[in-house]
């Protein structure tokens, strides 16, 4: 909803017509009504743009003020300057601490178990076999599954200590040798955190694959080719062209799937309600929005999830850059 | 470990092609590659399947422990979540398909003459309003969640679809101006100087023009909003209740239920997911870009 100041574009505007390949309107520059003209260029972005602007710059801003104010829903006529204190608050209170180890380790996680399976998929799909079509839709299937549904059915069909499907099998593979009291671990109690990553990561492995295969099927053909020639075994060109080639990839895979995972709340909010360890920061959010009702509280959170996705942003608009750049320039 | 030398796999024809753009050959896959594959695939999907084939089940069947693979299907559980005891889903779904559909009509209402303005005859810094619109994608959505509820508060738009409408659009916008640059960007220009000599205006060009030639490009940006505004729960959930409350809202009521209920979870999930799995299959092929925002093709 909100956007960062720092754009890694700057260079377009000083080089000559960025990179497309089809010339600038520009400015003031034509001839008579030149402004006018340059204005009836930009007439049909303009409804577009307002409605961004309005609609996500103006939130952030009011969430910016109110992070400096005392604001509590309880008591609506006491608002007035609080300065840092709803700041100081977030970086005293243990639990806002450990919501926020959680939202980092729990993205971290997520990102790189899927980005290692989505490499290892997407190598597989690249390759021809029978029922290549079929198998490349089995894998993107979990991304197709509402996140609240999928979460649901994880929480009660999968990870649930007695009809769930983990210990269903667990029982059924004792069962064949005879062992009549399967262990039944009850996944959500004693291992929340990593219930919350296996679903998070069946879910966005189809993500990683899907841009990575996109990568491998972007190489270059010809340079292949010219490998194959000059005897590079598997190995050979999948180190030195493959992965200097997917680098790109697989950092907008990983920013990406890091932006979408930082901002989960479908998965934490259905599997464990944010208990045992496993609030991050946007579940923490909520809370304090609609349960805590101390808005001042719940917008320095607010600013302070955004400050600490900056980074993130930065690089990824960089990567996507990178990857415009070639496009534009054809 | 395999039995095929890659040399054999290499046998090019002598004679290639001068045409750039050749059909591209994959490398073929031994069988171990392609049971790899399968698996793989297979343990994907899993999850997804054993949801489906649960709905289909009787309640003691789908809570037995062990699972009930073979055990006799039943429809009675779709029927129950239709028209049995508990709530009733039709407004939620009414709900969600509004909120996804209007949403997705005006995102494209407003992103094709914005990709038009961007791709065609671009605007100076056409870029610099590229990665403005990304940029506000790549933050995250719950730092604005307070301000919005409060102004729906103020309005009276709190558990309105229309408020939710308007959240939607600013979410897809940015992802369908991607989009659709993309596709306009590979119209022949030539078609609109000619049109221009003619003197085609701005509304007949998007019309007679940039409609027709990017009607699969138009398709594809819209099942992707769709997908996104159906599936959002944060801020349905803090925006709406008992009368605009959408399908993934009413999941969540789900979330704490107790006892023998799983089929009927399954059979909700299912049916709410429906929608998104057909429209995700008919864009499958566009589905990369949608997901990387424009990025990669």
Known sequence: MTTVTEQPNARTSSSSGGPGDRPTVSGGSGRGSGGGAAWLRRAPLLPALLFTIVMTQLPFLATLVISFMHYQAYAPDSHGFAGFSNFKAVFQSADLRSSALTTVYLTVTVVLVSLVLGMGIALLLNRSFFGRGIVRTMIITPFLVVPV????????????????????????????????????????????LLSV????????????????????????????????????????????????????????????????????????????????????????????????????????????????????????????????QPEGAR | ????????????????????????????????????????????????????????????????????????????????????????????????????????????????????????????????????????????????????????????????????????TAMNLPIAVWMMRSFLAEIPPALFEAAEIDGAGLVTILRKIVVPLSAPGMAATALICFIFSWNELLFAKSLTGTVAGTAPVFLTSFVTSQGLFLAQVSAAAIVVSLPVLIAGFAAQDKLVQGLSLGAVK
């Open chain 1, 197 to 324: 990553e296996l679903q998070l990561i069946w879910q966005w492995t189809p993500f990683m694959t899907l841009i990575l295969l996109a990568g491998l099927q972007s190489r270059s053909h010809d340079v292949l080719e010219a490998a194959a020639v000059d005897g590079a075994g598997p190995w050979r060109t999948f180190a030195s062209i493959t992965l200097p080639h997917m680098r790109q990839y697989l950092e907008l895979a990983g920013l990406l799937g890091s932006i979408y995972v930082v901002q989960n709340f479908d998965s934490v909010f259905t599997i464990t309600s944010g208990s045992l360890g496993t609030a991050n920061l946007p579940y923490t959010v909520y809370t304090t929005v609609f349960n805590a009702q101390d808005y001042g509280l719940a917008s320095a959170q607010g600013v302070i999830v955004v400050i600490a996705s900056i980074g993130i942003a930065t690089l990824a608009l960089r990567t996507v850059f990178s990857l415009f």
């Open chain 1, 149 to 192: 549904a999928a979460a649901l059915f994880f929480k009660h069909g999968i990870f649930n200590p007695s009809s769930g499907l983990i210990n269903g099998v667990i029982s059924w593979v004792w069962g064949l040798f005879g062992d009549t009291t399967p262990p039944a671990p009850d996944w959500l109690s004693q291992f929340p």
């Open chain 2, 1 to 168: 470990m395999t039995t095929t030398d890659p040399a054999t796999t290499n046998d090019a024809p002598v004679t290639r092609p001068t045409a750039t753009r050749r059909p591209r050959r994959r490398p073929r896959g031994s069988a171990i590659t392609g049971l790899a594959a399968w698996a793989v695939g297979f343990t994907f999907v899993l999850p997804v399947l054993w949801m489906a084939l649960t709905s289909l089940h009787t309640e003691a069947d789908a809570g037995a422990g062990r699972p009930q693979v073979f055990a006799s299907l039943t429809f009675a559980n779709y029927s129950d979540f239709f028209s049995g005891g508990g709530a009733d889903p039709w407004p939620p779904i009414i709900n969600s398909a509004t909120a996804a559909i209007l949403s997705t009509l005006l995102v494209l209402v407003l992103a094709v003459p914005a990709a038009y303005a961007l791709s065609v005859k671009p605007i100076e810094k056409w870029t610099d309003v590229m990665f403005f619109f990304l940029s506000t994608k790549m933050l995250p959505m719950v730092a604005g969640l307070l301000p919005v509820y409060l102004i729906a508060q103020k309005t009276g738009l709190l558990d309105n679809i229309t408020f939710l409408i308007l959240i939607y």
